[in-house]
């Protein structure tokens, strides 16, 4: 069964929301969302090039489990506390299956 992961990216526009942002987010968001999914793995990142943009990227066992996570009561309320808390940053969700895998 290939690795499932699950990105969710947003847009943190106002750069004076940025620093509070991050800190909600490492603090709280990151690690209720990786309890809730039962992750192997979760991180995040800031766009380089669009300083703006800030992705989050869990890792699931596989597909199975990403869809019980996406789908669930939890996903639900992690969207509602997002909305609460950032109801001004957009945000895009995908899911991704892992195609292949090559060790340099």
Partial sequence: MPTAYFVV????????????FDTWYSRE??????KSFGVTKAWRCWSLTDPSQHEATYQFAGEASLDRAINGADMKRLVADFNRDWPDVTRTRESFVL??????
């Fill in 99 to 104: 195609a292949e895998e090559f060790a340099a």
């Fill in 9 to 20: 990216r947003a847009t943190v526009s106002d750069p004076a929301k940025r620093k509070a």
């Fill in 29 to 34: 968001h990151l690690p209720d969302a990786t």
